[in-house]
């Protein structure tokens, strides 16, 4: 049975080193997320450190996903604090380990986070994929309006462009309550 919690942003040790396996699994399998191959477990760890630093100052809640006490995968919000912008947040990093995929866990941590911003007061949600990856079925799944694209916005380890898709999600929306040309509309 998969757990979903928030990370308490202070742990360390055994905690940090299933993170940073968690995020060396999915760069190793090729996911865009801000690294190359090969991710050494130290970088890795140097990552989730940084990010732990931002949940300490509330600029970024952490959720991971286990199973049988091990995390297995992960999702992060980074929280806007602007005045006109406490209504939104940005999905980053939704990472499943290889051996743990095609178990409906990304869309649980999804869930979970959509539940929790919305608690929050935060309505719309954002975020970018690498168009043409596997996560942007997952987005569209889960209720996301592809806003559109920017040709070159990442790059292959050897330095090709990629474009990169943008999504939104109005949460307090019932997502059969409006069709994707009427999100657009809204924008």
């Not at 732990?52 to 100052?57: F, K, T, Y």
């Not at 290889?98 to 178990?103: D, N, P, T, V, Y």
Request: hydrophobic share 35%; glycine share 8%; proline share 3%.
């Amino acid at each position: 049975m998969t757990t979903i919690t928030r990370l308490h942003p202070h742990c360390t040790g055994r905690t940090l080193d299933e993170l940073a396996d968690v995020l060396q699994s999915c760069v190793h399998d090729g996911a865009s997320v801000g690294f190359f191959t090969p991710l050494g477990h130290e970088h890795a760890i140097q990552y989730w450190q940084e990010a732990l630093r931002e949940a300490v100052h509330g600029k970024r809640w952490i959720w991971t996903a286990q199973i049988g006490g091990r995390i297995v995968g992960s999702v992060q919000l980074a929280i806007s604090d602007r005045a006109n912008g406490r209504h939104r947040a940005e999905v980053q990093k939704l990472l499943v380990h290889l051996a743990f995929r095609r178990q409906g866990i990304a869309a649980a941590l999804l869930r979970t986070l959509e539940e929790d911003a919305l608690a929050d007061g935060r309505e719309l949600l954002v975020l970018d994929t690498r168009t043409g990856d596997r996560a942007e079925s997952l987005y569209r799944r889960m209720g996301y309006c592809e806003a559109g694209l920017i040709p070159g916005y990442t790059k292959t380890p050897v330095g090709e462009p990629r474009s990169t898709s943008i999504y939104y999600k109005h949460l307090a929306l019932q997502p059969s309550s409006l069709s994707a040309s009427q999100h657009r509309r809204e924008a």
